[in-house]
C-alpha cells in the first residue's frame, strides 16, 4: 500500500481557502479578540479595584502594622519580641503637637512623632509617596509632610532650610528653629512632623511613660487573638488594631468571579458559533476533498489548523487591547475621578501576569474545543453525502403537509429551526445577555433593562423572565408563555432610594463610596444618639453588659 503524498497539496488548499474566505476569516478572528479581551479587562479591574482598596484602607490608618500597645514595660516589649508569629516590632513617641495659629485664627493640626527604623521603613513607608530628603538624625532636624507645609504656609519647601515653630512637647509649650531634612506625602488628612531620637532623649521620653508598639503579626485575626493570650498586661492597658478587613474585598472577589463565568460562557457560545457556522459552509468541499485521496486525518487538521491561525491572531490582539485598557486608560479615569472627587488617594496600577496567562490559556482551549466536533462532522463526510450536506443538518428529513408553507414567517421558523442544535445555542448567547424590567405607574408602561433608569417614574416593576411574553396597553400588562397561555406575574414594589442606585455626580461608583464613607459613619452614630448621648437601648445591652466588653469588632 502506497503513502499519501499529497501532504504539499492540502497546505496550499489551506492557504487559498483562508484567502477565499476573509469575511468568515474576520468574525472568527473578532470572536476570539472580544472574549479574550473580556477576561482580561474584567480580571484586571477586579484585582486592580480590590488593591486599591486595601491600599486606600492602608493610606488611611497611616500604617501596616496590624496590632499596638501603648507604654510597653521592658519585659512586655521582650516577650513580644520573642513570639514567633510577630513579623516585626516598630518603636514610635507621640511627641506633641504644633501650638500655632493660621491666617484664619484656627489651630492647626501638625501631630509630631518619632519612629524607629523599623516602624518607618516597614510600617510607615508604604502609606506615604514622593519622599524628599531623609528620616531627621540630629536634634534639631524635623521632617514634615506636605500638609504639614501647606499649613505654615510653605510653598515651596527646600531641604536645610529653616522652620520655627511653636509647639507643645511633654515639658509644656516650646520655641525652637528646626532644620528641615525632608518631606513627604501622605493621606492621613492631617499634618504630620517627625523628630529625631536625639530629640526624644534630651526631651526625657520613655517607652513605659510616651512610647507604642507597632506590631506586623503573620495571620489575622488568629495571632491578634493569640497575643493578647501570650502577653500580660496591666491592668489599664489592651491591644488595639484592626481584626478584620475582609468583608467587602469578599464581595468584590464574589462578584468578579460571577462576571467572569458570565463572560466565559458566553465568550464559548460565541466562539462556538462563529467557528460552527463558518467551518460548517466547507463542509461539502471537505468531501469533495476526499477525491484527491484526503484522509479523515488531514480534513481534521486542516479544520483545527484553520482555528489554531484565528486564535493565533485573535489572542494577542485581545490580550494588547486588554493591556492598553488596564494600564493605559483606566489609570488615567481612575485619577481623574479621585481629583474631581478630591479624595485622598491615588489610583496605582498592579500587574497580575496570571491573568494573561490564563486568559490566553481559557480562549485557546475553547478555540480547540469549539473546532473540534465540526472538524469531526466533515471528517467523516464521504464525497458523495457531502453533495447533499447543508450546514451539518439531519440527514433524515422530515415531510411537512401544509397550506400555508409559502408564508414568510412560517418559512422564517422553518429556517431558523432548520438546525436545532445551532439554533439552541444563538437562543442561549441571545439570553445570556437579554434582562427586562417592565414598570407600570397612572396608565403608563415602561420598559428598561434595568431597574435604576425608570425608578423616576414608577417603583412598581415586573421582572419578566426567560421564555416569556409581556403585552404592553394602557397601562396594564398580561404575560404569556411560549405556548400562548396567560400567567401570572408578581408585581414588585421598590422600595429603595433612586438615588441609592446613581454615582451621585461622582464619575464611578467606587468614588461615591469612598466619599459616602463620613455620611454612613455620621447616619450609624446618629441612630443611637438621643440628647446628645448614647442610647444603646435598641441593642438591649445593660450599661454592666457593656462595661464587661472587652473587644469590639467593626466589619463594614
Known amino acids: 500500500m502506497h503513502a499519501n503524498r499529497n501532504k504539499k497539496a492540502v497546505k496550499r488548499v489551506e492557504k487559498g481557502m483562508m484567502k477565499a474566505n476573509r469575511i468568515r476569516n474576520l468574525f472568527a478572528v473578532f470572536a476570539i479578540v472580544l472574549t479574550t479581551f473580556m477576561i482580561t479587562t474584567v480580571f484586571s479591574l477586579g484585582i486592580n479595584y480590590m488593591e486599591n482598596m486595601k491600599l486606600m484602607q492602608v493610606r488611611t490608618a497611616g500604617t501596616t502594622a496590624n496590632a499596638s500597645l501603648a507604654m510597653p514595660t521592658e519585659k512586655q516589649e521582650q516577650q513580644i519580641k520573642n513570639l514567633e508569629y510577630v ?51 540630629n536634634e534639631n532636624e524635623i521632617m514634615l509632610s506636605e500638609d504639614a507645609l501647606s499649613q505654615l504656609g510653605m510653598k515651596e519647601p527646600k531641604l536645610n532650610m529653616e522652620i520655627p515653630l511653636s509647639y507643645y512637647d511633654k515639658n ?26 536625639a530629640y526624644c532623649k534630651n526631651a526625657g521620653y520613655t517607652m513605659a511613660e510616651d512610647g507604642v508598639l507597632s506590631l506586623s503579626l503573620n495571620k489575622m485575626p488568629d495571632d491578634f487573638y ?4 501570650d502577653v500580660e498586661l496591666n491592668e489599664n492597658q489592651s491591644f488595639g488594631g484592626a481584626v478584620s478587613m475582609k468583608s467587602s ?16 460562557g458566553s465568550g464559548y457560545l460565541l466562539i462556538y458559533n462563529v467557528l460552527y457556522i463558518s467551518i460548517s459552509k466547507d463542509t461539502r468541499f471537505y468531501g469533495l476533498m476526499k477525491t484527491l485521496g484526503t484522509t479523515q486525518k488531514q480534513i481534521k487538521s486542516l479544520v483545527k489548523n484553520q482555528a489554531v491561525k484565528f ?34 488617594m491615588d489610583a496605582e496600577v498592579f500587574f497580575h501576569p496570571s491573568i494573561y496567562i490564563l486568559s490566553i490559556l481559557f480562549s485557546a482551549v475553547t ?40 408564508k414568510l414567517h412560517v418559512m422564517a ?69 411560549l405556548d400562548g397561555d396567560e400567567i401570572e406575574k408578581e408585581l414588585v414594589e421598590i422600595k429603595w432610594d433612586a438615588k441609592a442606585a446613581e454615582k451621585g455626580g461622582y464619575e464611578h461608583f467606587m468614588m461615591k463610596e469612598i466619599h459616602e464613607q ?26 454592666d453588659e457593656i462595661k464587661k466588653l472587652s473587644l469590639i469588632h467593626i466589619s463594614e
Not at 511627641?95 to 519612629?115: M, P, Q, T
Open 311 to 344: 486564535a493565533c491572531i485573535g489572542i494577542p490582539i485581545g490580550i494588547v487591547l486588554a493591556t492598553a485598557v488596564s494600564f493605559g486608560i483606566v489609570p488615567f479615569v481612575l485619577n481623574e475621578g479621585f481629583e474631581q472627587g478630591k479624595s485622598m
Open 87 to 137: 513579623k516585626t516590632v516598630g518603636t514610635q513617641y507621640m511627641v506633641g503637637s504644633v501650638a500655632e495659629k493660621n491666617d484664619e485664627g484656627r489651630d492647626l493640626s501638625i501631630a509630631l512623632s518619632y519612629y524607629d527604623t523599623t516602624e518607618w521603613d516597614k510600617h510607615y513607608k508604604e502609606t506615604i509617596k514622593d519622599i524628599e530628603g531623609k528620616y531627621p538624625s
Open 249 to 264: 474585598s469578599g464581595s468584590v472577589i464574589a462578584m468578579v468571579i460571577l462576571l467572569v463565568f458570565f463572560i466565559i
Open 367 to 406: 478555540v480547540w474545543i469549539a473546532c473540534n466536533a465540526p472538524a469531526k462532522a466533515a471528517a467523516k463526510i464521504s464525497p458523495i453525502e457531502a453533495l447533499k450536506f447543508q450546514n451539518f443538518a439531519p440527514k433524515k428529513t422530515k415531510s411537512r403537509n401544509s397550506t400555508n408553507g409559502g
Open 413 to 481: 421558523f422553518h429556517n431558523v429551526f432548520r438546525d436545532k442544535k445551532r439554533a439552541i445555542l444563538v437562543f442561549m448567547s441571545l439570553f445570556m445577555g437579554i434582562t427586562m424590567i417592565l414598570g407600570v405607574n397612572d396608565g403608563d408602561c415602561y420598559v428598561a433593562s434595568d431597574v435604576p433608569a425608570i425608578l423616576n417614574y414608577t417603583r412598581n416593576v415586573y421582572y419578566i423572565g426567560n421564555m416569556e411574553i409581556g403585552r404592553l396597553a394602557d397601562g396594564h400588562i398580561t404575560f404569556y408563555n
Open 518 to 543: 463620613p455620611k454612613a459613619v455620621k447616619d450609624t452614630l446618629n441612630s443611637v444618639l438621643k440628647d446628645g448621648k448614647l442610647d444603646l437601648s435598641a441593642v438591649e445591652l445593660t450599661d
Open 172 to 197: 509644656g509649650q516650646q520655641e525652637k528653629n528646626f532644620t528641615l531634612s525632608g518631606w513627604f506625602h501622605s493621606y492621613t488628612g492631617t499634618g504630620m512632623g517627625f523628630v529625631s531620637e
Open 226 to 229: 493569640r497575643i493578647q493570650k
